[in-house]
């Protein structure tokens, strides 16, 4: 074992506070990692607020993790001392069922292992990436390519996996016109993505406050949804939109803009119910749908896609003693467009 400073939460809604932890040993197949940069995603505040239900504690957050090799086990094939990986938000799944053996580790049927807030095989609680290292199974581990600097490819872990599957899966591309709900941490990134993909981009957001940043990312359209003109405008436009909001929306009015056929597909995760006319979906043969992030087949993918496009996440740098600061941030909307820590901090 070895023990690594670490930032932790001690209870449910507790500011994190600088602890330590236990790392396992590095087995057969482990890769030990010098995590480098963490990025602070929404579904941390959730989790360590148990906003999604009840949770372990302490918790180490954190599933947006950039570094470097240290140490590798006798077994490992696939990376070495020196190579710059990443980890997102699985670290573990059965290996065996359908979903995993088509590459769908993110829906392993048996449940996958969550990098933190989760049981690994060992029976121990898995702890993140706000900490100074971390030992994973060189097979849940990511090649962050030369192109991309660390710090920027962090988010892409997380935002950048959750918003390319959904793209990827229905297929954005060069004559689809695609709308993005939210201009947030995941927002920004599905913006980029689905223009580089060659889609026509339009960011549906509360208000125009971000229009010019949204444009600049690659958005051909910018609408309010608080206008009511903007559902009269865009009804039965989209062939495809991604709402990344983690709040309550109208999906029955998100439904109105889509064409026949068309997919509303979430990936936000709201706290609270949501309740829905199923009119909206029958009226149109529309597809109502999530989407989680991806395997790790697609997300080194995703890398290499952004790597070739030099797409990285837009960041602000802080340090590890900033982290309850940028919880409140992050809730406030205060953030373009996602934090990230420098673990050197912790």
Not at 194 to 200: I, K, R, Y
Not at 248 to 268: E, H, I, K, T, Y
Not at 286 to 314: P, V, W, Y
Not at 319 to 342: K, P, T
Request: aromatic share 6%; with cysteine; glycine share 12%.
């Amino acid at each position: 074992m070895t023990t690594v400073a670490a930032y932790a939460a001690p209870a449910a809604k507790a500011p994190l506070e600088r602890t330590t932890i236990e790392r396992r040993a590095v087995g057969e197949f482990d890769v030990l990692i010098d995590i480098k940069f963490a990025g602070i995603c929404h579904s941390d505040i959730h989790q360590a607020r148990e906003g999604w239900g009840e949770a372990i504690f302490p918790m180490v957050p954190g599933h947006e993790i950039a570094g470097v090799v240290s140490e590798v086990g006798s077994g490992v094939t696939k990376f070495q001392v020196g190579d710059r990986v990443g980890v997102g938000c699985m670290v573990d799944s059965c290996r065996e069922c359908e979903n995993c053996l088509r590459g769908e580790e993110q829906y392993c049927l048996k449940g996958m292992v969550g990098t933190y807030n989760a049981v690994g095989k060992d029976g121990q609680p898995t702890y993140g990436g706000y900490s100074e290292k971390i030992v994973v199974d060189e097979n849940y581990v990511l090649r962050i390519p030369d192109g991309l600097s660390l710090d920027v490819a962090a988010p892409l872990l997380c935002a950048g996996i959750t918003t390319y599957s959904p793209l990827n899966h229905w297929n954005a591309g060069p004559g689809k016109k695609v709308a993005v709900v939210g201009l947030g941490g995941l927002g920004h990134m599905a913006v980029k993505i689905a223009h580089a993909m060659g889609a026509e981009v339009t960011v549906l957001s509360q208000s125009l406050r971000k229009k010019d940043d949204g444009l600049k990312l690659g958005a051909d359209h910018y609408h309010a949804t608080s206008d009511p003109k903007t559902f009269e405008e865009l009804a039965g436009t989209f062939d495809l939109i991604v709402s990344t909001v983690s709040a309550p929306m109208d999906f029955g009015a998100l439904l109105s803009l889509l064409r026949v056929d068309g997919a509303l597909v979430n990936v936000g995760a709201p706290e609270e119910p949501i309740a829905l006319n199923l009119f909206s979906v029958i009226g149109g043969r529309k597809t109502l749908a999530g989407s989680m992030i991806g395997g790790i087949r697609e997300t080194q993918e995703m890398l290499d896609f952004c790597a070739e496009h030099g797409i990285g996440a837009e960041i602000e740098l802080i340090s590890a003693a900033e982290v309850n600061e940028a919880y409140e941030r992050v809730l406030a909307s205060d953030v373009r467009y996602r934090f990230v820590i420098d673990t050197a901090t912790i």
